[in-house]
């Protein structure tokens, strides 16, 4: 109620809850839903939200240590050093992402991962013009 009553600019005395909204008693057109308080209280690039988060938790989740991702990649290229155009021959991966639950997912995020890296390795580029305008809307241009 703290929280929302600093992005209301009322009393805390003065709001009420109904309908998963908080609002100003006598006001209901100066309400909030739950989620636009919650979102009042995070951070920005900003600096801090305008209002303090004052919520409570009874369990917390901590990882003691940072978690890193181990996987090696391997390309074999051919190169026409006469044109420069590059011809991928063979692409080798290998990742250790622990237990696996959804191999799918897995494997997709590895296949997405490596066609966005041959993406950028063979200069695909985002062009804009001189006005800000994107040139490149679907990389295929």
């Known amino acids: ?19 998963g909204r908080v609002f100003v ?7 909030l839903t739950f989620a636009r308080v919650i979102q009042g209280c995070l951070p920005t690039f900003g600096g801090a939200g305008p209002a303090e988060p004052v919520f409570e938790a009874t369990v917390y989740h901590s990882v003691p240590t940072v978690t890193y991702a181990s996987a ?3 390309a074999v290229v051919e190169v026409d050093v006469d044109t420069g155009q590059v011809r991928l021959l063979r692409y080798l991966v290998a990742h ?4 696996v639950v959804n191999p799918v997912i897995v494997e997709g995020q590895i296949h997405g991962g490596v066609t966005q890296g041959i993406g950028g390795a063979l200069h695909e580029e985002i062009r804009y013009d001189g006005e800000g305008q994107l040139l490149t809307t679907t990389l295929m241009e």
């Open 96 to 99: 250790d992402c622990g237990r």
């Open 72 to 74: 090696v990649h391997a």
């Open 25 to 31: 008693r006598g006001s209901s057109d100066r309400g």
């Open 1 to 19: 109620m703290a929280a929302a009553a600093k992005l209301l600019e009322a009393s805390p005395a003065d709001l009420a809850v109904a309908d």
